[in-house]
């Protein structure tokens, strides 16, 4: 993403805008930078838990809200965001051990799926 000036420099800005207008008008383009940055890392994040999800859903198999649902299980039982959860699994397709932790949930919560399957 290309950033025209600095926080530090839009907070100058903030101070020493001569009107109002100007001062209403920059406010809005600074929230608006910060929103276009947290929804580009929104979009980086689903593409990395869109992978994890397809590779739960060979693992384990399962449909694609399952899938969703063993991720989601794993992060809240391991307190790990689920994108962190996410790419560490995918960090697996590059030869990169999943951490402990994660690998105990993920069991246990493929047992949980296998056991809910066999009822």
Known sequence: MHQVSTPREEQRLLRTVP?????????????????NEQ?????TSRAVIDQARGMMMA?????SDR????LVDVSQHC??????????????????TLPE?????LRRALRRLHAEDRR
């Open 19 to 35: 009107s109002a207008e100007d001062a209403v008008l920059l406010a809005e383009v600074v929230e608006l930078r910060a929103e």
């Open 39 to 43: 929804l580009g890392r929104a979009l």
């Open 79 to 96: 307190n790990i965001k689920l994108r962190d959860v996410a790419e560490a699994l995918v960090a697996t397709t590059k030869d990169r």
């Open 59 to 63: 693992l384990a198999p399962c449909s």
């Open 101 to 105: 932790p994660i690998q105990r949930e």
């Open 67 to 70: 899938a969703w649902d063993l």
